[in-house]
């Protein structure tokens, strides 16, 4: 079984930076792609970074240039990073990591590794990131 865990949550004034982690534990084999969904109140979870095994990355057009995801893989353990820099208000929201090992379920026709919501199958219990103006 799959195990997601997300920390590095907390309250950031606007213009600051965040780093949150995900370490992923349980799989057999290598995840081929991981992401970032964001969860504003009252809205839908939306996309914002992903990273393949290849390391190709894909950022939704709110958080490029801002935001970087990377990933690391131990022996045991593989961890997805999302550096957030020059934090804005609308960033405020709950932030899930996602994983997915099947490549073909998770890989656009580009090759980039895909922001959609239904795409992901295994999920955290997400961590809540306010940014205050």
């Known amino acids: 079984q799959v195990h997601l865990e997300e920390s590095g949550g907390g309250s950031v004034q606007a213009g600051g930076s965040r780093r949150l982690s995900c370490a992923v534990s349980g799989s057999s084999h290598e995840i081929a792609c991981m992401a970032w969904f964001r969860e504003a109140p009252g809205k839908e979870r939306d996309g914002v970074a992903a990273i393949n095994t290849n390391g190709r990355t894909n950022y939704d057009d709110s958080v490029k240039g801002r935001f970087t995801i990377s990933k690391d893989n131990t022996k045991n353990t593989q961890t997805v990073y999302l550096q957030m820099n020059d934090l804005k208000p609308e960033d405020t929201g709950t932030y899930y990591c996602?994983?997915?090992?099947?490549?073909?379920?998770?890989?656009?026709?580009?090759?980039?590794?895909?922001?959609?919501?239904?795409?992901?199958?295994?999920w955290g219990q997400g961590t809540q990131v306010t940014v205050s103006s």
């Open positions: 996602a994983a997915d090992e099947t490549g073909t379920g998770c890989t656009l026709i580009s090759g980039s590794p895909s922001l959609v919501y239904r795409d992901y199958k295994y």
